[in-house]
């Protein structure tokens, strides 16, 4: 069992930048790919990206050149750096952890966190 927990989100304006942590507990998160999702207001949770196993990254076309993710196996924890952030970007945000290399759609996964609020103001 793994238990994940986003945190960073909040309020920024557009053009600003917020890191997001994935926290985990009960595994060694190094084993998982690792999702990141989100969902807009009255919109389908849609995936952003994610860390394989081997430490690549794939992102969105929406995201490329300003999302960044990436992980550090001693914290057991995974990071999405979001930079020149855009009214669209607003939602909630989700980490997930899978048993295969990196799905890109939810039924891949096999962990969920809570999410964590991201609002960006015009």
């Known amino acids: 069992q793994v238990q994940l927990v986003e945190s960073g989100g909040g309020l920024v304006q557009a053009g600003g930048s917020l890191r997001l942590s994935c926290g985990a507990s009960?595994?060694?998160?190094?084993?998982?790919?690792m999702g990141w999702f989100r969902q807009a207001p009255g919109k389908e949770r849609e995936f952003v990206g994610g860390?394989?196993?081997?430490?690549?990254?794939y992102n969105v076309d929406s995201v490329k050149g300003r999302f960044t993710i990436s992980r550090d196996n001693a914290k057991n924890t995974v990071y999405l750096q979001m930079n020149s952030l855009k009214p669209e970007d607003t939602g909630v945000y989700y980490c997930?952890?899978?048993?295969?290399?990196?799905?890109?759609?939810?039924?891949?996964?096999?962990?969920w966190g809570q999410g964590t609020q991201v609002t960006v103001s015009s």
């Open positions: 860390i394989r196993w081997s430490g690549s990254i």
């Open positions: 009960g595994r060694t998160l190094s084993n998982y790919g």
């Open positions: 997930a952890a899978s048993r295969l290399s990196l799905p890109f759609r939810e039924s891949g996964y096999d962990y």
